[in-house]
């Protein structure tokens, strides 16, 4: 664990209480292609964070199996993670990468994105740079802004020098890897007008809701980010691959990180918001959702949470990513039934 992000999760463990009780709601049944062998996809393969879809067809030999359902493992979990204190809510959304089905839980509640809205920024940065490739390069000069603040855990372990010549590229890269709040905030001045709404309406958020600052996203919907990028649907396949290698950068190593064995990749993107109320609550929410590239089942996983201590917060996501990767790993040992083939 880096200590920056340590220190700074580790000094808000005091936090005021947030006193919202734990949601109750339905289960998501798992949802994707058919289970037996009606169905295949295949795809290209041969990328370090990518795998495009080229083709999936009815009738015809499947290359990945859809995975056992484990709906009813994560209908016991999170129960047990706020009966612990350990979060008053908690929502989660799975998907199997290289197949389609998911299975959630309140997969469709609404959190406050925080930082994980610099992630459409990153987009709208490289599709831009799909159009002019000139742009990557381009050079700002960091003016300074009115809302500098000291390293803290919204914005961990970094912030730009005042004076200094940054280009397009070397933004992404902070609020990639140190979720960088000025980073995020000059890249974003620097964007055609109305790409960055272009971007949220493409992936099917109304662009006004997004521009209202009160926009709410659900795990479900956030985890269409991360999917266009590892299908390569939205950006060019080179722009995709750098984008997931920048976010498997990311110095938060708490969370979906601390949760499957040590030098898995994550591409992941991290979020955190506080809001002090009128007296004194302040409701805290962490949330964290990327890409965990299992060897033989990479799948996107999205877990959102309010609690009262981003700590034990965190451990509650740490919980939830072991368990999902304990299922994956179970599910592959299945009797009779190896690891899929085809498809990169």
């Known amino acids: 664990m880096r200590r920056g992000v340590r220190a700074a999760l ?6 005021a209480v947030f006193a919202a009780g734990f949601g109750v709601g339905r289960r998501s049944v798992p949802r994707g292609p058919a289970t037996g062998a009606d169905s295949y996809e295949i795809r290209a393969g041969g990328h ?3 795998n495009p879809l080229l083709e999936c067809e009815v009738g015809g030999e499947r290359l990945y199996r859809a995975i056992r359902p484990f709906g009813a493992g994560l209908e016991k979990l999170a129960p047990t993670l706020a009966g612990e204190g350990r979060v008053d809510d908690v929502a989660v959304y799975f998907r199997d990468l290289n197949n389609g089905a998911w299975i959630g839980w309140h997969e469709q509640q609404q959190f406050v994105p925080a ?4 992630l459409p920024i990153v987009l709208a940065a490289f599709l831009q740079a799909d159009a002019d490739p000139a742009f990557l390069a381009r050079t700002i000069v960091y003016q300074g802004g009115p809302a500098e603040a000291d390293p803290d855990f919204a914005n961990p372990e970094s912030n730009l020098e005042r004076g200094r010549v940054y280009t397009v590229d070397e933004l992404i890269r902070r609020i990639a890897r140190f979720s960088d709040n000025a980073s995020a905030n000059l890249l974003a001045g620097v964007l055609p007008p109305g790409l960055l709404a272009r971007v949220y309406a493409d992936l099917g958020i109304d662009p006004e809701r997004a521009a209202s600052g009160t926009v709410s996203l659900s795990p479900k919907e956030y985890g269409a980010f991360f999917r266009v990028l590892y299908n390569a649907s939205y950006l060019s396949r080179g722009n995709s691959e750098r984008a997931l ?10 969370g979906l990180v601390a949760g499957v064995p040590a030098g898995v990749h994550v591409s992941h993107k991290f979020g955190v918001w506080e809001e002090a109320r009128g007296g004194g609550a302040a409701p805290l929410q962490l949330h964290d959702c990327g890409i965990v ?7 996107l996983l999205c877990v959102m949470t309010t609690g009262a201590n981003y700590v034990r917060m965190a451990t509650a996501i740490e919980a939830v990513s072991r368990f999902v990767w304990q299922e994956v790993e179970n599910d ?13």
Do not use: I, M, Q, W
């Open 10 to 15: 580790l000094g808000a463990a005091a936090a």
């Open 48 to 50: 370090s964070y990518t």
């Open 115 to 118: 930082s994980l809205a610099k």
């Open 245 to 254: 290698r920048y976010l498997d950068d990311s110095t938060f190593e708490l």
């Open 293 to 299: 590239y299992h060897p033989n089942r990479p799948y």
């Open 332 to 344: 592959l040992e299945r009797p009779g039934l190896g690891p899929p083939t085809g498809g990169g």
